[in-house]
């Protein structure tokens, strides 16, 4: 009797050892699992949609996606000098433009469209400056963006954008502001203009940093 007592220890032993084993491979296991299914996971997810841009160099740092109060806008489309029709870019240089930068944002039912015009000369913004301010008519507002006066009102026909329009040296900023589905309702006009101001002087800050 006392002869057997060996083996059922290393029987005993064996299955422990299987046993291990066995535990091992199921955690093994489950960790593949795991990490295949979070890479599958991450595979499946919608690719994000990225805004194609031409825009480079001086006009590329003013852009104003990061004003405080285009939080939750989204940016759909941005445009450079290159982008414009050929028609469109020689009426532009003939006009003494040299470069150009538009972004437009949405949320909701607001859209906003923000234009910065970089010309060779001051004389040529102000040769370029009553046809650009023609559109507002007569309803005109002035205030103060920077060192210079700028203006903000409503367009006098057609599809009614409150608008914004300064200049500064030789740069033209420009835009234009929807609440209703492509048109402006007055009703909030206060503080969609202080919306407008705010974007133009954080932008500004930038040129002038």
């Given at each position: 009797?006392?002869?057997?007592?060996p083996e059922i220890?290393?029987?005993?032993?064996?299955?422990?050892?299987?046993i291990v084993g066995?535990?091992?491979?199921?955690?093994?296991?489950?960790?593949?699992?795991?990490?295949?299914?979070?890479?599958?996971?991450?595979?499946?997810?919608?690719?994000?949609?990225?805004?194609?841009?031409?825009?480079?160099?001086?006009?590329?740092?003013?852009?104003?996606?990061?004003?405080?109060?285009?939080?939750?806008?989204?940016?759909?489309?941005?445009?450079?000098?290159?982008?414009?029709?050929?028609?469109?870019?020689?009426?532009?240089?003939?006009?003494?433009?040299?470069?150009?930068?538009?972004?437009?944002?949405?949320?909701?039912?607001?859209?906003?469209?923000?234009?910065?015009?970089?010309?060779?000369?001051?004389?040529?913004?102000?040769?370029?400056?009553?046809?650009?301010?023609?559109?507002?008519?007569?309803?005109?507002?002035?205030?103060?963006?920077?060192?210079?006066?700028?203006?903000?009102?409503?367009?006098?026909?057609?599809?009614?954008?409150?608008?914004?329009?300064?200049?500064?040296?030789?740069?033209?900023?420009?835009?234009?502001?929807?609440?209703?589905?492509?048109?402006?309702?007055?009703?909030?006009?206060?503080?969609?203009?202080?919306?407008?101001?705010?974007?133009?002087?954080?932008?500004?800050?930038?040129?002038?940093?």
């Amino acid at each position: 009797m006392g002869a057997e007592k060996p083996e059922i220890k290393k029987k005993s032993s064996k299955w422990t050892v299987l046993i291990v084993g066995v535990l091992i491979l199921i955690v093994l296991m489950g960790s593949y699992l795991a990490y295949a299914n979070f890479f599958a996971g991450k595979t499946n997810l919608p690719a994000k949609q990225e805004v194609k841009s031409n825009i480079t160099g001086e006009l590329a740092s003013l852009n104003p996606s990061d004003v405080k109060a285009l939080a939750g806008w989204t940016l759909v489309k941005e445009q450079s000098l290159q982008d414009i029709s050929s028609v469109g870019k020689n009426a532009l240089n003939k006009s003494g433009v040299t470069d150009l930068a538009i972004w437009e944002f949405t949320q909701g039912n607001e859209s906003l469209k923000f234009q910065i015009l970089k010309y060779a000369s001051k004389d040529n913004v102000s040769a370029a400056e009553s046809d650009t301010v023609k559109p507002f008519g007569t309803t005109l507002w002035l205030l103060d963006v920077g060192p210079q006066k700028g203006i903000v009102g409503v367009y006098a026909s057609g599809n009614n954008p409150l608008a914004l329009y300064f200049t500064q040296d030789n740069y033209v900023f420009f835009m234009t502001y929807y609440n209703q589905n492509g048109e402006y309702n007055t009703t909030s006009f206060k503080s969609d203009e202080e919306f407008l101001r705010y974007i133009g002087e954080r932008t500004l800050t930038k040129l002038n940093s």
